[in-house]
């Protein structure tokens, strides 16, 4: 049970003390899905990050590097056009009078060269936020693209929140890194030189003098960088739990209501909320210290430039132009410093939020095709189960040595109480996990050098809890086979007396359902996955407690249907209710991982053996 559906004591306990909550060493809330990352700033990563770059550098490269160079390139010369102003045309030599013509030119450059500044970065910042978001569209779309190749396994230890933020907030939060931050990191590296280079021409003793305060800058805030990208991925985790929480309190609520533990819901997810705004305060608060170490330094800088340089331009070895030129360019040096700490703040950020998602992205898929994997060729359906172990967890076997035998054709029962192994056995079959030990074979084929999709198109499967998507009915049974024509939906709809219902529907087959499709009763929607198997058409059916949300009269009504659905297939049914598998060819008795009886319904019957005693018991409380 989840943290969302914990009594109300349990809440208190929570909110007043640790008492049960995953706590770390450094009392940072942790859950087991998601771990603090404490490794050093990974350039490797970064570059990994960077490379989504590349498919568009043809179109980057020659464009920005104009651009860049423009910018920089005016912005560098326009200090040094009004000093030269001050020197030669406002305050010149003695004996030489002020040129108010020289004055006008150097006034109507510099406004040419502010109009271009402005242009080019009006243009460069808009061409790249159209380029991050392509950077940012392809991201996304390989990680869910990764996400559905994973196996089971995966999703069985994640809560459908923990996967919904990677694909959402954490690659979101990397979009300031590709719309501007990456490229304004080339263009401030640029404009750092260029002032370096500069200011060294001007006076190479008081750029010596004023640029000393550097070094000092970088050592006291490279100590920070750790604490800073560590709080951030701290801030990821917490969103994460709080995402995941909140998914599950929604699919929940009508439990949490129904149990009337609102208020306990609500106390634990202010817990996490507060929780998550602490871990938020502290991150800002680190984030923030690397403005005032930059302002601190540029004070210092500014006090080392007017002292020395009032003494330089009252020995002569500087003019008053010069001087103004070193000011308007100390300013403008530790203006992109002071970005570039904040973009260092930001790549943490990113980093953060990169380690999430390459850490899912560099997830191997449990069950993967194997190298040459051949195409599965159109199946009868013969299914051999050769000495099958399997463990979900070391130690903790499901399957303990199965062995059975399907003929193509025939209906195969499961039957058995919770835990018993029937739906691990089906799993097998889809090939959803692979057998710790033994074989699955279809028509002879080992399922493990087959292609999954050639495999997994000839097996259809409806499960008692059937997953209705949004879109129209139409829409959900044609997900069985997105070729079939409309008629052969209908005509699938009506075999499994579907048909009546969805026509007393406002719209018919074009009716609306939302998520899960809450406005279809549970009867109407596992009806409509049996119209969706139908129309899929597979070698092999499996339908697992397939009837069990269905009335007894509907059950009696689509009887003759299921008649039509198994004919020709193998099946596998899964089923509590015993009266719905009496028919079937085999049935397979299961108990604690082995097969402890198998026959038919009457040689079961006979034997007054585990499978007698369970209709017994079904009909003792009917």
């Given at each position: 049970m989840s943290q969302a559906s914990m009594t109300g004591e349990q809440h208190s306990n929570k909110a007043d003390s640790q008492g049960s909550i995953?706590?770390?060493?450094?009392?940072?809330?942790?859950?087991?899905?998601?771990?603090i990352i404490e490794k050093p700033f990974n350039w490797a990563q970064m570059r990994r990050l960077l490379t989504y770059m590349k498919p568009y550098k043809r179109q980057l490269l020659p464009i920005l590097v104009i651009l860049m160079i423009l910018g920089t390139l005016t912005k560098l010369a326009i200090p040094f056009l009004i000093s030269y102003a001050i020197d030669h045309a406002i305050a010149p030599e003695p004996g030489v009078d002020p040129s108010m013509k020289l004055l006008l030119i150097i006034t109507g450059t510099a406004f040419v060269l502010y109009v271009i500044q402005w242009a080019t970065n009006t243009y460069r910042i808009k061409f790249m936020n159209m380029i991050g978001q392509r950077i940012i569209y392809d991201l996304r779309a390989d990680l869910f693209k990764h996400l559905q190749s994973l196996s089971f396994g995966f999703y069985d230890k994640r809560p459908a929140g923990s996967v919904l933020v990677r694909v959402t907030n954490d690659i979101n939060s990397l979009q300031d890194l590709f719309t501007n931050?990456?490229?304004?990191?080339?263009?401030?590296?640029?404009?750092?030189?260029?002032?370096?280079?500069?200011?060294?021409?001007?006076?190479?003793?008081?750029?010596?003098?004023?640029?000393?305060?550097?070094?000092?800058?970088?050592?006291?805030?490279?100590?920070l960088r750790k604490k800073i990208r560590m709080a951030w991925q701290d801030v990821r985790i917490k969103q994460s739990r709080i995402n995941s929480h909140l998914n599950e309190a929604i699919q929940g609520m009508r439990?949490?209501?129904?149990?009337?533990?609102?208020k306990e819901n609500m106390t634990f997810f202010d817990y996490m909320n507060t929780v998550n705004l602490k871990s938020w305060n502290r991150a800002s608060a680190l984030n923030q210290t690397f403005g005032p170490i930059i302002e601190i330094t540029s004070a210092i800088g500014a006090f080392i430039l007017f002292v020395y340089g009032t003494g330089l331009?009252?020995?002569?070895?500087?003019?008053?132009g010069i001087l103004f030129a070193f000011a308007q360019y100390v300013g403008n040096f530790w203006e992109p410093i002071n970005r570039l700490g904040q973009m260092y703040s930001q790549m943490l950020i990113a980093m953060a939020s990169s380690e999430r998602i390459f850490?899912?992205?560099?997830?191997?898929?449990?069950?993967?095709?194997?190298?040459?994997?051949?195409l599965m060729p159109s199946i009868k359906g013969d299914v051999n189960i050769e000495q099958?172990?399997?463990?979900?967890?070391?130690?903790?076997?499901?399957?303990?040595?199965?062995?059975?035998?399907?003929?193509?054709?025939?209906?195969?029962?499961?039957?058995?109480?919770?835990?018993?192994?029937?739906?691990?056995?089906?799993?097998?079959?889809?090939?959803?996990?692979?057998?710790?030990?033994?074989?699955?074979?279809?028509?002879?084929?080992?399922?493990?050098?087959?292609?999954?999709?050639?495999?997994?198109?000839q097996i259809g499967i409806v499960m008692q809890d059937?997953?209705?998507?949004?879109?129209?009915?139409?829409?959900?049974?044609?997900?069985?086979?997105?070729?079939?024509?409309?008629?052969?939906?209908?005509?699938?709809?009506?075999?499994v007396h579907a048909h009546d219902f969805i026509m007393s529907m406002e719209n018919g087959y074009d009716t609306e359902v939302q998520e899960r499709g809450n406005v279809l009763s549970m009867g109407q929607r596992q009806l409509l996955s049996f119209a969706r198997a139908l129309l899929a058409d597979p070698r092999?059916?499996?339908?697992?407690?397939?009837?069990?949300?269905?009335?007894?009269?509907?059950?009696?009504?689509?009887?003759?249907?299921?008649?039509?659905?198994?004919?020709?297939?193998?099946?596998?049914?899964?089923?509590?209710?015993?009266?719905?598998?009496?028919?079937?060819?085999?049935?397979?008795?299961?108990?604690?991982?082995?097969?402890?009886?198998?026959?038919?319904?009457?040689?079961?019957?006979?034997?007054?053996?585990?499978?007698?005693?369970?209709?017994?018991a079904q009909y003792k409380y009917m």
């Open positions: 995953p706590y770390d060493k450094k009392n940072r809330f942790v859950y087991q899905d998601d771990e931050g990456a490229i304004n990191v080339l263009v401030d590296c640029l404009q750092l030189l260029g002032i370096i280079i500069i200011l060294l021409f001007l006076n190479v003793k008081l750029a010596v003098a004023v640029m000393i305060t550097v070094p000092i800058m970088f050592l006291i805030s490279t100590k439990v949490t209501q129904a149990y009337t533990q609102e331009v009252q020995a002569e070895a500087i003019t008053v850490e899912f992205m560099d997830e191997k898929p449990s069950v993967s095709e194997n190298k040459g994997a051949m099958v172990v399997f463990e979900y967890e070391p130690g903790r076997a499901a399957l303990k040595g199965i062995s059975l035998h399907a003929e193509a054709g025939q209906s195969i029962a499961l039957v058995g109480h919770t835990g018993s192994g029937k739906s691990t056995i089906i799993n097998l079959l889809c090939r959803f996990y692979d057998p710790t030990q033994g074989r699955v074979l279809v028509d002879g084929f080992d399922i493990r050098n087959v292609e999954l999709e050639s495999l997994r198109s059937t997953f209705i998507f949004s879109g129209t009915i139409r829409d959900n049974i044609r997900f069985g086979r997105l070729d079939a024509t409309d008629e052969e939906v209908e005509r699938a709809a009506k075999a092999i059916l499996i339908l697992d407690e397939a009837t069990a949300s269905i009335d007894t009269e509907t059950e009696l009504k689509i009887q003759e249907a299921l008649k039509t659905l198994l004919k020709g297939r193998t099946s596998f049914i899964i089923a509590h209710r015993l009266s719905t598998i009496r028919y079937c060819d085999k049935i397979i008795v299961l108990d604690h991982g082995r097969i402890v009886e198998e026959g038919s319904h009457e040689q079961l019957m006979v034997k007054r053996g585990t499978y007698n005693g369970l209709v017994e």
